[in-house]
Structure formats: structure tokens, C-alpha cells
């Protein structure tokens, strides 16, 4: 025994047993004996000379999850770093890191539920005697950014740029101009706006993006104009926005050119009948189709095809819709008009027919207002009554933006109409209680129904 207590002695630095002697005297430190080591530490040992234990490191951060995404998918995207006890790193599902939930009112939770828009969980992440708490958010099924316009482009062509996501309750992508999403802006001033002014340099006005009760708000700003090159006109005159302009008259046409516009009357013939058409044919054409605003939505009350070219070709036809029941007729959203070789005018559209394999398709339908029409009214119904024919009901809200959901109608419910009222591209209708919903065609319809 005395021969132990002196090999203990030997074996002491600085008052510090140290671990090599305490393994040679074969006594047990912290549980580790020179036959067996522990496997959450590493015993080592520190600048002074005293036994330490190297544990594991965990590192974690808040983290958002996408609504409708798969929680069991993602549960560990909150660990930034993890290491075992020899500084290895580790993956956290094969290390079996234990993920436990408590709800925001610090309620066992199995699961992050996603499809609750907004909602923050506590999780807390364990492994090999250490642990950390971080934060989780359920992400909403409107997300925005800000973002920048062309100076002097159409700004109606990009107002829902600024939507990086939109869900429908089931987490499934919906496209903006189909679900109605309601537009608005203030500029820098506070006052309301009806468009981005896109020839205004700089300008910054606040949008905000309304839909099925969610509301999100993203900045937007104009585009400095560009500075135009130096151009020569027919006659070698530089024309420069600030240079000569010229005018020019022929036997054949008569042209007029100012800062490099010009307007003819000159009549043009087509390339594929001889036919001769004026502008003012031109003008009355489009005038028989009914066009409507860029940006739109218009659906089909007739068969029609979508094609992939302006110059309608069997060969060339990406899908059919058949007629359809009203509230299942095909909806476009028009991305522009072009004209086929024989002067018919067409849509060029994007299908936003959600849950259809055509969904998402882009070509050419025609643009005849016997095929195709607004899917929104235009007009009072002449007895200033409406029906409800969505399955699903429609929404009445205290705002013309469609936000402060106040009351649902059923289908089959008739309701009296006060004034219809345009908000950007689409309508609403208030209601004798003052109250505004959709003037939308596939869920509405006028009259007594």
C-alpha cells in the first residue's frame, strides 16, 4: 500500500494526477479505466496538466420551413455543425441526434405541422449529453422580394415579378394573375398609385400583394433611362433625341419621323393571299376580336386550341380544350397579340389551368370574341342581382383589394349588386351591404341562376 501511495506521487504534476499515470496505477478516471474508454468523451489532457474531457459540439441555428413541405425532410436543417467526441463531424439522422417539439404554447408537438402558415415550434436537438434550442418557422404561402423595372417598360406585364412563391392550402404552386391576386401601391409619398409611373427614373413605390387573406408588401423601383446611341437616319442625318429630325414624302407613302418614331399610312400587302390591307382594315380587325389588356385572363366559351405559332397549323397544335361547364371552362392569362400571315389576330397566353397536364403551356389562340372573352364582367347585371356558382363558395371582403375577409356566400346564393368597380386588370362587385367581392365569371354569374 505504501509502494501505491509513492507511484501515486510520482505520477502528480503541478497537484494534477495525470491521466497516462492514472492508467499505469489502473485506477478509474471519470468512469475510463485502461481496458474501456466512454463514447461521448475523449479524455485528454489540458495546459495544465489536469485530465479534461473532450465532449462532442453541436452548433444550431433558427431556420424556416416551407409551407406544405415535408417536416421529416427537414427537421435537422437547424444543426449548423456537428461533431463527435473526436472532432469528427457527424451526420445528425446517422447519429441519431433526438429532435423533440413544443408548440407556441409549450405543448408537446410529433411534428412541425406545415400547413399552418406562420406558426413557430421550439426544437431541441440532443446528442451524447449535449443539447440545443433553436426556433422553427412554417413559412407562408405568400412570399415576396423587391425588385427593379425597365424604365419606359409596361408595367402591367411585371407587377406580380415581385412573387417568389404562391401556395394554394395544399402547398401547391398557383400562378398570381389566375388566383386573383390583389395589386395595389403607394408611392414614395404614402399616396396611392394605379401603376408604377415606368418613365419616372428612380421612383420607388411600396406594392402590396393581397390574396385569400394573406398580405405581403416588397418595393419597387424604376430603372434609370438609357442613354441612346447616336443613330443615322435614311438621309445620313445623326438623330441623337437632341440632333435634326427630317421629314420625307414620296409618290407611294407618306411618313412622318420625330425622335426616330415614325407613323405610316402606307398600305402593306400580305405576303400569302396579295391581299392589300389599310390601317384603318387593320384597326377595325382588331376591334371584331375583342382584345383585351396585357396581363389579362380570359377564358375559353368554345373549343379551341392552342398552337404553337401565330400561323395556326394542325401540325403545330400543343393541346385541345374542349367546350366546357362554365365553371371548368380553360383559362389563359395573355402575355401579348401577334398576328398570323393573313392578318388574324391571336393571344399569345400562358395555360393556368392548375392541376392539368397543359398547365403552364405557352403558345397562340385566337383572339375571336366568340372563343374567348374576359373571364371577368365588365358590367352591371340588369337586375343588379348575382348568383354564387363556386362549389366552394366565394369570399365578400371589407376592401376592394379583396383583404378583411368578412363574410362566405354558398353556392347558389343570390346576392344584390350595388357598382361594379375595376382594381387593375380585374372587377369586383360591392354588394348592397357594402361589402366587394370577384366579379370572376367561373364563380359568379349574373342574374338569378
Do not use: C
Amino acid at each position: 500500500m505504501i509502494e501505491k501511495v509513492h507511484d501515486v506521487h510520482r505520477h502528480v504534476v503541478r497537484g494534477a494526477l495525470t491521466f497516462a499515470g492514472a492508467l499505469a496505477l489502473g485506477l478509474a478516471v471519470g468512469g475510463v479505466t485502461n481496458a474501456s474508454a466512454a463514447s461521448s468523451v475523449n479524455p485528454v489532457m489540458s495546459s495544465t496538466g489536469t485530465l479534461a474531457q473532450q465532449q462532442a459540439t453541436m452548433e444550431a441555428k433558427d431556420f424556416t420551413v416551407a409551407y406544405g413541405s415535408d417536416w421529416y425532410k427537414q427537421m435537422y436543417n437547424g444543426i449548423t455543425k456537428l461533431l463527435d467526441a473526436n472532432g469528427k463531424a457527424v451526420d445528425p439522422a446517422a447519429a441519431n441526434v433526438d429532435v423533440s417539439l413544443v408548440d407556441a404554447k409549450y405543448k408537446p408537438a410529433d411534428k412541425v405541422d406545415t400547413k399552418d402558415a406562420g406558426a413557430v415550434y421550439t426544437v431541441t436537438y440532443a446528442y451524447q449529453g449535449i443539447s440545443k434550442q433553436v426556433k422553427v418557422t412554417v413559412g407562408s404561402r405568400l412570399t415576396v422580394k423587391d425588385f427593379t423595372v425597365d424604365y419606359g417598360s409596361d408595367w402591367y406585364k411585371q407587377m406580380y415579378n415581385g412573387i417568389t412563391a404562391l401556395l394554394d392550402v395544399d402547398g401547391k404552386t398557383i400562378d398570381p394573375a389566375a388566383a386573383n391576386v390583389d395589386v395595389s401601391l403607394t408611392d414614395a409619398n404614402y399616396k396611392h398609385a394605379d401603376k408604377v409611373d415606368t418613365k419616372d427614373a428612380g421612383a420607388a413605390y411600396t406594392v402590396t400583394y393581397a390574396y385569400d387573406g394573406l398580405s405581403e408588401q416588397a418595393k419597387v423601383t424604376v430603372g434609370q433611362k438609357p442613354t441612346p446611341a447616336p443613330t443615322p437616319n435614311n438621309g445620313g442625318t445623326v438623330i441623337n433625341g437632341t440632333g435634326t429630325n427630317s421629314t420625307s414624302t414620296n409618290s407611294s407613302s407618306t411618313s412622318s419621323s420625330t425622335n426616330n418614331a415614325t407613323t405610316s399610312t402606307t398600305p402593306t400587302t400580305n405576303s400569302s393571299n396579295n391581299s392589300v390591307t389599310t390601317p384603318s382594315q387593320t384597326n377595325k380587325a382588331a376591334a371584331s376580336t375583342g382584345t383585351v389588356t396585357k396581363g389579362s385572363v380570359v377564358y375559353a366559351v368554345k373549343p379551341v386550341y392552342l398552337y404553337k405559332t401565330a400561323n395556326f397549323k394542325k401540325t403545330q397544335r400543343l393541346a385541345t380544350y374542349p367546350k366546357a361547364k362554365r365553371v371548368n371552362r380553360p383559362m389563359f392569362v395573355v402575355l401579348g397579340t401577334k398576328r398570323a400571315s393573313n392578318g388574324a389576330l391571336r393571344y399569345k397566353v400562358r395555360d393556368v389551368n392548375h392541376g392539368k397536364k397543359t398547365a403552364n403551356k405557352v403558345g397562340y389562340i385566337t383572339a375571336n370574341s366568340k372563343y374567348v372573352v374576359s373571364v371577368y364582367y365588365q358590367t352591371m347585371p340588369k337586375n343588379k342581382k348575382v348568383t354564387v356558382i363556386s362549389t366552394k363558395g366565394v369570399h365578400a371582403y371589407k376592401n376592394t383589394n379583396l383583404t378583411g375577409k368578412a363574410k362566405t356566400y354558398k353556392k347558389g346564393t343570390r346576392l344584390t349588386v350595388k357598382k361594379i368597380v375595376k382594381h387593375n386588370l380585374t372587377t369586383r362587385y360591392q354588394l348592397s351591404n357594402g361589402y366587394y367581392m370577384t366579379a370572376n365569371k367561373k364563380l359568379v354569374i349574373q342574374g338569378n341562376y
